[in-house]
Each structure stands twice: as structure tokens, then as C-alpha cells.
């Protein structure tokens, strides 16, 4: 394990040194602020948890993630959930891109915004929903990319995360229809991918996302006798907008209308007042006061709203384009009408939006005391973020702009499948900027771009001046399952297999195997190999046995449980499937001196003490390879579909190749070791149906003992769905089948008896 993380390190050492920056950064926060930091929504927040009131400004999926924390350790373990989300987010995004093949250095330089920057650390460490955000825009983009071309399913989940997404930020609502232009258009990039399916895939996720947020406007309609999904006022998102520029005397405004509009105070005022302070002022009980009894201010506001819009269009889209267009300056700077920049910045005081008392109250509640800072600490990240700690608005534009330069088609872009998974964060960040410019600016609402921005940028440079033109990935499971189903194995040693043995070689130097080696192909059986392995005897059939454990790229510790329990192990660098590992096996088996070689699982299914019931008859000269068999004995598996199933293929394999079998996939054999070496090997994973008709194909004497079928120990079977299975176990039987017959009749031109007479003179050379 440690040698796997040094090389992983290695691997991706810049990653590695940022995320410990970064973790680094998220200390010092915590120490400096505690418990957390207390924003004016902090306390809507604090005051719904539990109550889930559904009419406040905010909508209360945020709620949902913090009550369980506050439970646990009060505002101090909400901040510290939010940082270590925060690295995730980071390393997230590593991932994913290089899931499509980005380069390291640049993969990791995308990170880099969100490990690093201070005003996402400021954010992270404030009692805010824009954290959990984020983290829900990365898992959209996952469900919908990281797989493949999403089908009903995938679609259906993220059409859920995004309808939880809405009502965590109202923003958030513009999202559906960008990625459902994702899934319709990019879905259709391979041939086979007709309309029918994407139509049913966007149809899913429009159904599940409309489910969800209706559900909660409904949900708020009958506790808060408001139909919606929360949000600065009644008067929608661009009250605050049409107020500032609001003509109010042309507009040909009703009474209550009129008063709704801001006629007292002059265009230079408005503009320095700003649309913030209009989006809030009738929401406080001074203002509301001053008007008319029982008037519905909501519907004065989107009346008057409604009228700037018709009247002037211009001055409204001007105001929405500047804002848009704020993001990307070099600095961190403040227009005159903007959300003050300092709300953002880390403050050598405790910043207090409340009276102190007020603050001090809700911290006692969740954490037994009042808030604090440590003003060396706060001194050292101010300095940080104001020094230049921050992602340029620039860096960001630049970024954005790569991301449509691949989406026209420039360069290499125009033949690249990632040009589609593009269009998808592009689109994504495009309605979340816009939305927010519609209501207002605030540094605060470029925090998204962090997340998407860079995913959009990395993937563009790469579609654009890439070498090669990557395409989306397949969908279904993952791509190695697509790999270890469709692409055969090449002929041995690949480089996979050479890597495997220089290691294994290193670690072993030329030892010999005793006469009889167990033989497993584990893949994150952790939990489960070493009680199989301390069940393998040294000694059976009057010959000493040694257990060979090859670990097929497992991403768990399988590799040192099976050192930990005595077994030469051998570990192929990447996952390719038990046929590749048990085809490794064989060979090491041979070159080190085995006579036998027995094959079982890491999982438990089969009782190592019917061992001698295999060796036997290899060892009296009676079979070339012995198989157990569950119909003959005992399973203790009654799944009716895998049980109908085994006697479907017995039946299969033995009318194709007329000898009698009765279970084609017991993974307890036992064999000469020359016998799988002779026979050829090319299935990732269903190896045990093309070994057994590539074994009987070529002559070698074949026999069935009864034995038993157990339960796993642990873990779950990574054979699929039953119907899956059997299509395409059903393929490799007959194409293993067709293969040996096929070359039988080549040989039979070249030298008729050479398929025959060889294991007939191998049979007793023993």
C-alpha cells in the first residue's frame, strides 16, 4: 500500500502539493474564525433549521445538510464538513478531467482556484448554502459525463441533483435547460445513439427536475400560501434591477404601483443605493408601514417591473450585460451600486451584519460560547486576499473563451469528442452568470464559475491543441467495463503483464513454486481474500502447495492482504479483468516451476477443502483438467435466473463441443500447467467459458466432480445484471467456439494431427 501511494504521489505531485496547500489554508481559517463565520443569511438559516419553513427569502435545502452536522458539533463542525467538501471539490475536479485525459499539470492547475482561493475559503467557512452548491453542480456534471453519454438513468439522477440544487439556491432554476441541451445534443454523437434514445434520456431528466421543484413550490404554497421556490422579494429578480432605473412618472404606473417605485430619490441616489438595497427595503416592517393596509406589494412590484421592461428594454439589458461582464475583471474591485466587496473579504475583527449579543447568541446555542478570532491569523489571510490570493476574473474570461473557441470548432476541437462535454459546464456557467447578473452583481455569485470554469477551460485546451481527438467515454458501467467486454486481450506479455512480473521479479527474485499452486485474481477483495487464503492448505494430494494471489489493479489494500497472509502476490498496475490476471497467473505458474495450478476466488464461494477432489485425478493421470461442478453437488446461491442459467450453457457448451458438461463457470478448476498456457486466452472477463471450450476444443481430457456453491464471504459480485451476463457469456461461448473451430480447420490443411496428438502425448508426461 505505501509503495502504490508513493507512486500515486509521484504521479500526481502537483496535484498533491496543492491539495496540501489548501488543506493548510482551510487550518488557519478554521483557527482564526471560531466557530464559523456568520453571514446575514447565517441566521434565516439557523432560525429555520428544524422548522423548514418554506416562505423566507432562502429556500431550505441548505437546511437539510446543516441540521445533521449542527447535531454533531455545532457551527464548528459545519465549517469544518464545508472545508473538507471544499479539498474535495478540488480533487474532484482532477478527476474528472483526467477522466478525459487532460494532462496532469493542466488538471491540476484547474484545481487550483477552488484549493486556493481565498474567497472560496471565505465562503467555505461561512454558515452559507453556496458550498453545498457547488458540490451539487461537480455531481451534476458527473452523472451526466463522467459515465458516458447518459441514458434514462444517469439522466433521471442528475435532473434530481439539480432540482435539489434549486431549492438550496434559487439560482440555480436556469440550469435545466442548458443541460438538457447537453443530453439531447451530446448524447447523439455516436452513431448508434438515435433521437429515440436521447429524447427518453432529456425526458427523464426534465420529468425528475420538474417533479422535484414543483413538488417544493407546492410544498410552499400550502405552508407559506406562496407559490415558489424563494427568492429576494415578491417582486421577482429584476424588481431591484427595474428600480434603480426606473422612469417612474412616464411609466403610466397604477397608485400602488407608483409607490413601489422609488419616484423620491434621484437616478444618481438609486444608482449609489444600489439594486441590493431595493431588492430588501420593502421587506423590513418601517417601510411596509408606510403603505396602504392590505396592499400586495408583490403584485405592485411586478406590475412596475413589468412596465420598466416594456418601456425600457435597453436600459434593463445594458445593466444585466455590464454586470455579466464584472466577473472577468484582472482584480477583485467594487462599482459604485454593488454589493459591498467587503463582505467577502476575511476581517481582522469578527464581522458582525447583527448586534454582537445577537451573534454571540446563536454561537452559545450551537457551540457553548460566543465567536472569536485570533487576530494574528486573520491578519495573515486578509493580507492573503488582498495580496492577490484570488483567481483573476481574466484567468476565468480566458478560460470561457476557450471553452466557445471549442465549442465553434477550432482546431483540432472540430474531430474531438470532448467538444460535447464542453457545451456542458460552458452552458452551465453561462445560465448561472446570467441569472445572477439579472438580479444583481456580487462577487459572491462568481463563486460557481471556480467549479465550472476551469472544468470548461481544461477540456477546451485539450479538444483544441490536444494530440489525440479523445471522445466521450462509453456509457453503461465505465469504460474499463466496456474495455474488459468488447477489446480482447493482446497476445502475452503486454505491458500491463511485463510491469506485473519486473515487480513481482524485484520482489521475489527466482524463487520456485512448490508442485500445486492456488492460483487467485483479486480485485478489491480486501475484506474478504485473507480468509480465503489462511483456508488454503501447505500441503494436499501428498504435494506441497504454494497460493499465488494477482491483484488486477485493485484500488483497495487487496495486495497487502495478501502478503499480510502469506501469499506470492503479483500486482498488474491497472484493472483488466479476471481473465487478464488469471491468464498472468498461468504463466507466472509455469516459468517458476509448477506442476498444477488450481483456480478459486478471493470472495469465499467455493470450499478450499474439496481441494483434493481436483488434484486427484490431475495427479494419477486420469484428467488434463478437472472442474467442479454445483449441479453435480450442492449450490447454495438458489438464484432462480443464474440457476437456470448454468444449465442453459452446460447444455449449449456440450451440444457445441458433444461432450457432456454440466457447469461451465465453477471457478474451482484445477489443471495441468501446461494445459491453459496451450490454449489461447484473449477474454478480459468471461474467461471461464473460453477457457473451458478452448480446453475441450483442443482434445485435453476434461472432468466434472461434484462440489459445492457457497455464499460471499464479502463484497458483491461485478458481473453485472443477470440478463447482461448472459448475453454476453452467451457471446464468448460461441465465439470461443467458432474461433477453435475455425483454426482446427486451418491446421488440419497444415498438419492434420498436430491439434490431436498433442495433449494426448502430454497426458502422461507427468
Known sequence: ????????????WLLALLVLAGAALRIVVYLAYRPAL??????????????????????????????????????????????????????????????????????????????LDAYQLQIETNVMSDLLFQVLLLAAIYLLCFWGTPGPRLAAGAGAVLAF????????????????????????????????SRLVATGALMAVFASGVLGYATFSAIAAGRFGIGGSTGGGVLYGRAAVVADCENLGLTPEEYLVCPHDDPPDK??????????????????RDTLPEGMDISAAQRGMTSKVLDHQPFDIVEGIVRDFFKGFAPTRTQSVGDVPLDRWHFQVDYPLYNDKWYTDEWAEIYDGGPVGVRTELASFLRTYQLGGGYTPGIVLGFGLLLAVVALIGVGRAVRSGLRAVVLLPTGMIMALLSTAAAMEFSW???????????????????????????????PLDTTAQFLKESRMLTTFPDEVDRRALDDYANRYGDHRFAPVVVLIAAYNEEESIGEVLDSIPARSGGLDVDKLVVVDGAKDDSAGQALKHGAYTCVAPSNRGQGAALRLGYRLAAQRGARFVVTTDADGQYDINELPLLLEPLVEGRADFVSGSRVLGVNERPALIRRVGTYVFAWLVSALTRQRITDTSFGFRGMRVDVPNAVTLQQPQYQSSELLVGVLSHGYRVLEQPMRMLPRVAGESKKGGSFAYGYRYAKVVVGTWWRERRAKREAVVVEPTAEVSEPAAAAGDR
Open 1 to 12: 500500500m505505501t509503495t502504490a501511494l508513493l507512486r500515486a504521489l509521484r504521479q500526481h
Open 38 to 115: 456568520l453571514y446575514i443569511d447565517s441566521f434565516r438559516y439557523l432560525s429555520d433549521v428544524g422548522v423548514f419553513y418554506p416562505g423566507g427569502i432562502n429556500p431550505v435545502g441548505y437546511e437539510f445538510f446543516i441540521l445533521p452536522l449542527l447535531w454533531i458539533g455545532g457551527l464548528g463542525a459545519v465549517a469544518i464538513a464545508q472545508q473538507l467538501l471544499g479539498i474535495g471539490l478540488g480533487v474532484g475536479i482532477y478527476v474528472l478531467l483526467r477522466r478525459f485525459a487532460v494532462r496532469r499539470w493542466l488538471a491540476a492547475l484547474a484545481s487550483a482556484p477552488i484549493l
Open 165 to 196: 440544487g434549486v431549492i438550496t439556491r434559487s439560482v440555480g432554476v436556469t440550469l435545466v435547460v442548458p443541460v438538457a441541451v447537453f443530453v439531447l445534443l451530446a448524447a447523439g454523437l455516436r452513431p448508434r445513439d438515435g433521437w429515440k
Open 270 to 287: 438609486r444608482r449609489e443605493l444600489g439594486i441590493d438595497h431595493y431588492l430588501h427595503y420593502w421587506d423590513v416592517p418601517w417601510t
Open 444 to 474: 459572491r455569485y462568481q463563486l460557481p464559475g471556480l467549479v465550472l470554469i476551469p472544468i470548461a477551460g481544461a477540456l477546451a485546451a485539450t479538444a483544441i491543441f490536444g494530440r489525440r481527438a479523445p471522445v466521450l467515454p462509453r
